[in-house]
């Protein structure tokens, strides 16, 4: 694993990742963690060196997207992405939004962790592996600032509104593998890990039904994780005096 530009990361702060039971079942079985394409998240100003402010008159001569842009889309395709959280504690908003509406589970790690779990990437056996590339995620308000950084480097970039996100993000950028000639999925790849070694916790969701709890936790036994095995803070009792 790689870090991104002059970052000093605290390889001990925890990171957390929150699934669906599905998908958190598909990681216990597959040892493979799923990256997205860069153009597949939500955000509409990934990537984007500056915002211009709503309503703010374009220049038609600049309507069409010039050959930067272009070839920035096309790294956008080849960029493949696994966002995190950092925090030292559990996020009932992360829970809620992708954690199927607290009704997953959430995983504890850390960058030692990832390090130490993360398996050489392959998109061709016949190739050589992948850079992985890791870093925090820097918020920059857009609005006011032009971004004066690589191409390679906008991926931990972002806007001030997400801020919230405290993002850590691992990529795995697949253009040397596609000007070799092997073919790139146009979504998102799968890279192997040691599981045990990735997952320091998992967190059951508040809303997790019975019977994905049993599924969970048959699943953590086989892997050896039963022990790792946490409930949310989210179903302490409060109390009122």
Not at 8 to 31: G, H
Not at 92 to 102: E, F, K, N, T
Request: charged share 30%.
């Amino acid at each position: 694993m790689r870090i991104i530009g002059d970052q000093e990361l605290e390889m001990s702060e925890p990171l957390w990742r929150y699934f669906k039971t599905e998908r958190f079942l598909e990681l216990l079985q597959s040892n493979q963690l799923y990256f997205a394409s860069a153009r597949q998240f939500n955000d509409p100003f990934e990537g984007a060196v500056a915002v211009l402010p709503p309503g703010f008159p374009v220049d038609p001569r600049y309507a069409a997207p010039e050959f930067g842009e272009k070839a920035f889309e096309e790294l956008r395709r080849l960029t493949k992405v696994s966002c995190w959280h950092r925090a030292s504690y559990e996020s009932d908003a992360m829970w809620q939004l992708y954690a199927g509406s607290r009704k997953g589970i959430a995983v504890r790690t850390s960058p030692e962790r990832i390090k130490a779990a993360a398996k050489p990437f392959r998109l061709n056996p016949e190739c050589g592996h992948e850079d992985l590339w890791a870093g925090n995620v820097k918020y920059v308000d857009l609005l006011k600032e032009r971004l004066r950084v690589s191409m390679t480097d906008r991926f931990w970039y972002k806007h001030m509104a997400f801020a919230w996100e405290r993002e850590f993000r691992l990529v795995v950028s697949v253009r040397m593998a596609e000007e070799f000639g092997v073919q790139v999925p146009e979504h998102g790849v799968k890279v192997e890990f040691d599981v045990p070694q990735l997952i320091e916790r998992v967190y059951l969701g508040p809303l997790l039904t019975e019977t994905d709890v049993t599924a969970i936790r048959v699943a953590a036994q086989i892997h050896g994780l039963e022990d790792r095995i946490r409930v949310t803070s989210m179903l302490g009792t409060p109390r009122y005096t």
